[in-house]
């Protein structure tokens, strides 16, 4: 069984900093990109920041120049580091890894509240 494990998420007051962490246990398949994504109650999943087996990064352009996006691919982990975060009701963060012929795989997802 594939799981993509995920910790590190919480109560952050405004401006302030919460890191997240994602690692894939289970199975030995290739991951060829790997990040997370974010959902709001209401709204839709958006993409936050992935990196693939290259070291190519992408980033919602809300989140560039605060949230950092890291990895270790013989861990098979990746790493969201985020700071300067805004106010706002909880939004949850989901883990989220895509292998060989379209093969993926979501975490649970971990919820990150951002006090008033």
């Known amino acids: 069984q594939v799981q993509l494990v995920e910790s590190g998420g919480g109560l952050v007051q405004p401006g302030g900093s919460l890191g997240l962490s994602c690692t894939v246990s289970?199975?030995?398949?290739?991951?060829?990109?790997m990040g997370w994504y974010r959902q709001a109650p209401g709204k839709e999943r958006d993409v936050v920041a992935t990196?693939?087996?290259?070291?190519?990064?992408v980033e919602d352009d809300s989140v560039k120049g605060r949230f950092k996006l890291s990895r270790d691919n013989t861990r098979r982990t990746v790493f969201l580091q985020m700071n300067n975060v805004t106010p706002g009701w909880l939004v949850f963060y989901f883990c989220?890894?895509?292998?060989?012929?379209?093969?993926?795989?979501w975490g649970k997802g971990t919820a990150v509240t951002v006090a008033h």
């Open positions: 989220h890894a895509l292998g060989r012929y379209g093969r993926q795989n």
């Open positions: 289970g199975d030995t398949f290739t991951i060829y990109n």
């Open positions: 990196i693939d087996i290259s070291g190519n990064l």
